[in-house]
């Protein structure tokens, strides 16, 4: 009998593997047939030369430094490497390309907007656009500014000694987005900011091994002891964002027994917070308790790593290249009487030469240095035709690298380089640091603010210096990419 049964899987399995075989022969002849590929082996494509790569490696062994679009097949799996500006604009513009590429199903999140499926993304998107919109950044201005006094009066203790600015400026931005975007006034600059900063690297970098090992992208995964490790720390974190809820809800109701409806009255001043509009939309049956739970799951995680990251480069930057730190403290006497005098909305917009660094850092340090999409109609581009039911993976970081599209200085540090008369004719897709089209960044605008607000406070309180040079810089080009040197910033007390 299990002899019987093995016959007929080896048969079936042959079949489905042959047909498979020949449905690539097809698709590379003819759709694929105007695109650059690498040759492959039968079954495996080329998936044996992926293993033991990390994501750049990965990225660079498939496009063997072409800029037009080149594709592998991993198994039965057919993927996309983008690079140029001008196919960047054509997908992250496409309604084919609104959907996010399998590996994004790691984060176990479906209904919150970074990860869902584009019929469910387009009503919570639509949703939720005016809570980060430009008035209610507005409003969060005085938010950023006690979040960043703060978090400096906590780093005047680190003076003269090793700080880890990741971890600190995590902290700091979880405590701002959970007032801003929660409502809620939890402190986040202790040991429970330092809890939830462990969560969230373990489940980064989980996520980061199964994305390198091509043999866990199938539900295999499951039964690994590595699964097992991960979900104890998503159910931790889940946990705590379930908590934040339920005090949420406890808040509200005890206003409405004080006769206080706090969600109708947000609504009426067309001031909802993130939760607000949430918690309204469930209040409304429109959507589940699940689908509010994801929601906050999606927004801490899209604000918190990335803005801590982001910092972290702009405040190395600034620490190699002191003649641009001084030049940024000018500015910033200009535009300030006092070390702690609070931020404006109309400061905000003086911090011109600030702004040319944080854009040159994130050049360089591009917290997404991957986009990744999954088409979901036959898409015509370049003379062919990506298949169906391919995945897309956009290139932010050779992009940003090139010397083809920056010039023989692309790897020096030159923030006179977003100068209007410097960019004003970079095509309109080059530099993407909040991704672009319909599925960018809904924070980019909060991100603007809350970057600029908590280094003004960090610079007129520290001079910031560093031992390393540009070429000690390592960089792990990760789902996120972070900076691998370890704790390299030292401050001092600057006379303001
Ligand atoms: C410097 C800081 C930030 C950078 C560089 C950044 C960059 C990005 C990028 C590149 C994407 C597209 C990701 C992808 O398609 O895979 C994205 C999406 C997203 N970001 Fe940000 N982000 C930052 C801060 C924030 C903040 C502060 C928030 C929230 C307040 C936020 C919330 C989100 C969300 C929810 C998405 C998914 C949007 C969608 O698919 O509709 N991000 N961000």
Redesign the pocket.
Known sequence: MIGEVLVVFSIVSTIILVAVECWKVYLNETKLKAFHHQTSIPVFGRALHLLGKNNEEIMESFCQDHDDLTYIWVGPILLFHVSSPEDFQQILTSDKCLK?AFV?EFLYNRT???TSEPSI?KEH?RALNPT?GPKMVKRFIPIFNDKSRKMVDLMERKLGSKIDMQRTMFKAAAET?MTA?FGLNWPMQNKRGDDIHDLIIFILEGLQKRVQRVWLWNPVYKFTQEYKRNIVKFLAFYRFNRSALETKKMQLAEKLEHGEDELAIAKENHNQNYLQKCLQLEFEQKWTDLEVCEEMD??FV??VD??AT?ICGITLMLAIHQEYQERVVDEMREIFEDVDEPVTNEHLARMTFLELVIKES?RHF???PF??RECTADFEINGGVIPKGSQIFLN?LRMNKNPKFYGENAHVFYPERFLPENCSNWHPYLY????AGP??????R??WA??KIAMAYILRRFKLTTHLKMQDIVIKPELLLKIGNEDPIRLERREW
């Open positions: 996010k994004y919150g907007i970074l993304w998107r980060l987005i975007s999606t927004i899209g604000s990335t803005s982001t994130i591009p917290i997404a986009i990744g932010v993407v640091p909040f991704s599925r960018n960044c809904i924070g980019a909060y991100a809350s970057l």
